[in-house]
């Protein structure tokens, strides 16, 4: 998807807005208006979306790689569990054959 011209423009313009609260100033976002956080936190704040994507993919990433490792051990589980099965079939079979 392409961005364009005017995007561009606003997001500069958005963190150009942003630099004007660097700190706790005891005022209201710069960019929304609102009472409760500032610029840096804010949700209109590209550059904090981008951030926080970048956070969220880090995230996510950590997600699936522990997944992988609860797959990965009720795999080997699986696997002994297996095992085990097989190694009761032959010693039932040793000892069919040795009766
Ligand atoms: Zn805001």
């Given at each position: 998807m392409?961005?364009?011209s005017l995007e561009y423009r606003i997001a500069?313009?958005?963190?150009?807005?942003?630099?004007?609260q660097m700190q706790?100033?005891?005022?209201?976002?710069v960019l929304c208006g609102d009472?409760?956080?500032?610029?840096?936190?804010c949700r209109t704040n590209v550059l904090r979306a981008?951030?926080?994507?970048?956070?969220?993919?880090?995230?996510v990433?950590?997600?699936?790689s522990a997944?992988?490792?609860i797959r990965d051990l009720d795999y080997s589980r699986a696997a002994v569990n297996m095992s085990a099965v097989i190694a009761v079939e032959i010693a039932g079979k040793a000892l069919d054959d040795k009766n």
């Open positions: 392409l961005i364009t500069l313009e958005n963190i150009t807005q942003a630099m004007t706790p100033d005891d005022r209201c976002c009472n409760d956080h500032q610029a840096w936190e981008a951030l926080n994507e970048k956070i969220l993919k880090k995230k990433a950590r997600y699936e997944l992988q490792r």
